[in-house]
């Protein structure tokens, strides 16, 4: 609420207790607060009060609005003081002719039905008349002050209320003009005569108060014209307003009774009612949009049903692919512990090849070796063959002096007993030669012999050793090639337990990843559940719309 003490002041309010005012409006604006003791009904008188004073206020400032108008048009008009010094000149006349030339106006009204149905009896056409004569000395004084504007003010608004049209008031001027001119300038018209008295108002006097006059007269009418149709126009907005708030009433609850259908699920109605011109795109809009609506719902309603359908179907394919992915990860965590203990024999296996494979080429040292020592024995037989060879050619040699020693202990003994006596002693000698040739002989023949048997020998040692040196190769041969094919062996053993590590691995890997397929198995099909669930949640709200 807009209100300041000093406004009382601007427009001349008084107020006997201006102090006690000062204060009641600082409460009223939140200036200061009204002692909360106080009964209520003393609260609500005091803003009755103020609701009544600042009424006052407003009313005196559009009187002073009206005022500050009015002194606006006079200055457009040249409407001065020295012409309403001339319209004071012929007041006397105006009053004298004003209540003849109402008479006038009021039989013209009466004539007319357009007029006289304004008025109900000759009472309220008397009070009427007497309103403006009183009104017409405000003219007739030019006094054109404030309470002339509030005066003007109040006609056109009266005129406006009752739908006066400016044209009757316009005329009703004519004619109350027309008898006020002709009366003026027939009473101040120079008359001639001898003795006729001087005028008191010269002709150019008479022309500027008639002039003046109906300037004063013109002000009144433009005036009130003015406020007769500012008032018409806020009347023609008034009914405007209705007539768009009745409108806007009968189609927010034309529309509302769809939309209040709408709202409650029911898209089975169409608005159909006849609507002003410029609402109905409105209406076909909103019908358009309730038939796309039910359509897109419709079609989200089959949609959902094959969604709920499809994702039952997800649901149950992603519970059978758990399952066998459950299976699969059990299938594979054994073959996984198979494949390991696989790797770990085959390893052990390895490591155990690569131990024989050292044992076999120890072992294949050793028969080298052991075939270097046949070889060696071998030759040392050979060697003994060939001593014994020439032992034999010693023996034969010994067989053959023995034998020549014996035929020359023959000889002797031939040449010494044809000696004699003289040769007995040569006989002896020869016999003795003779014994030890035939030992000799025996001797040599025992070691040849004995020779022969140890050539034997030799020679079949020779052979079991050839024999037991090509024994020895094809020992040392298998025993090489043993090595080779232990070394091949060893060599895919520890290829074979890389690729079982690394089947291992992949194993291990696919052991993983069957697990974490397992796990996102099951959050596929708790996934499928919730969006079959909420399918079948979107159903059940799709099911609430009434589509037709």
Known sequence: MDADPIIFCIIGIRCKNRHHLSKLLRASTGQEDIPSQKKPQENINRRRKMNSIVK??????????????LEYRR????????????????????????????DIFYEQIRKTPETSKFFSSEAQMARAKHAQQEHWKHISSANFDQRHAEKVYTIGNVHARIGLEPRWY???????????????ISTLAPKPGLFTKKQSISTEEVGQAL??????????????????????????????????????????????????EVSERNLSQKMDKELPSAYIPMRDNLNGAIESLRETLGIVNNTTETIDITAGEINSAAQDLA???EQQAVSVEKTA???????????????????????????????EQFGVMINRATAAMSEIERSSEAISKITNVMSNIAIQTNLLALNTGVEAARAGEAGSGFRVLAQEIRDLANRAGNASK??????????????????????????????ISSVADIGDHLKAIAEAASEQATALQEVNNAVSSIDQGTRQNAAMVEETSAASSGMAQQARRLKGLLDEFTLS
């Open 337 to 367: 512990s198979a494949v390991e203990q696989i790797t770990a024999t085959v390893t052990s296996t390895a490591t155990r090849v690569t131990e024989a494979n050292a044992f076999v080429n120890n072992c294949q040292n050793i028969t």
């Open 211 to 260: 002039a003046s006059l109906c300037s004063a007269v013109m002000l009144e009418m433009d005036l009130t014209i003015s406020v007769y149709q500012e008032e018409a126009d806020k009347a023609r907005e008034k009914s405007r307003d209705e007539l768009i708030r009745k409108e806007q009433t009968f189609v927010a609850d034309s529309f509302g009774i769809i939309l209040s």
């Open 446 to 475: 025992e070691v040849k012999e004995l020779v022969e048997t140890s050539r034997g020998q030799v020679l079949s040692g020779v052979s079991i050793m050839e024999e037991a040196g090509h024994a020895i190769s094809t020992i």
């Open 323 to 325: 399952r066998r992915t």
């Open 170 to 184: 316009i005329g009703g001027y004519a004619i109350v003009m027309n008898h006020i001119i002709r009366s003026v």
């Open 56 to 69: 006052e206020i407003r009313h005196a400032q559009s009187r002073a609005h009206d005022f500050a108008d």
């Open 75 to 102: 200055k457009f008009m040249k409407l001065t003081d020295k012409d309403c010094a001339s319209i004071r000149l012929i007041k006397d006349i105006i009053d004298r002719e004003l209540p003849i030339a109402l």
